[in-house]
């Protein structure tokens, strides 16, 4: 049964910076896009960022220009660095790693959760 674990979050001031890591415990195929998502206490799950293969990305409005998601394809682990870190940041943050055909698959880890707050 393959797992994703996420590793690096913590507490950290605002205006702090955390790096968020996270790969699949067993083998797998190649994911075709790696995400970050968060989900704060009362609020929906939303995506944070999102890279595919080729190294395209996407963020989420509140993000930009703050968080950079990378990518190890060779390792299949991917990254999420997070600067200028807010309050509003606070949340459990989960990995998603997603595989169309052949072989697809949706993974999700259990989450690392972040906190911001002085």
């Known amino acids: 049964q393959v797992q994703l674990v996420e590793s690096g979050g913590g507490l950290v001031q605002p205006g702090g910076s955390l790096r968020l890591s996270c790969l699949a415990s067993g083998t797998i195929f190649s994911p075709d896009t790696m995400a970050w998502y968060r989900q704060a206490p009362g609020k929906e799950r939303e995506l944070v960022a999102r890279?595919?293969?080729?190294?395209?990305?996407n963020y989420a409005d509140s993000v930009k220009g703050r968080f950079t998601i990378s990518r190890d394809n060779a390792k299949n682990q991917v990254y999420l660095q997070m600067n200028s870190l807010k309050p509003e940041d606070s949340a459990v943050y989960y990995c998603?790693?997603?595989?169309?055909?052949?072989?697809?698959?949706?993974?999700w880890g259990r989450g690392t959760q972040v906190t911001v707050s002085s």
């Open positions: 890279i595919t293969t080729g190294g395209s990305t």
């Open positions: 998603n790693f997603v595989r169309t055909t052949p072989y697809s698959y949706n993974y």
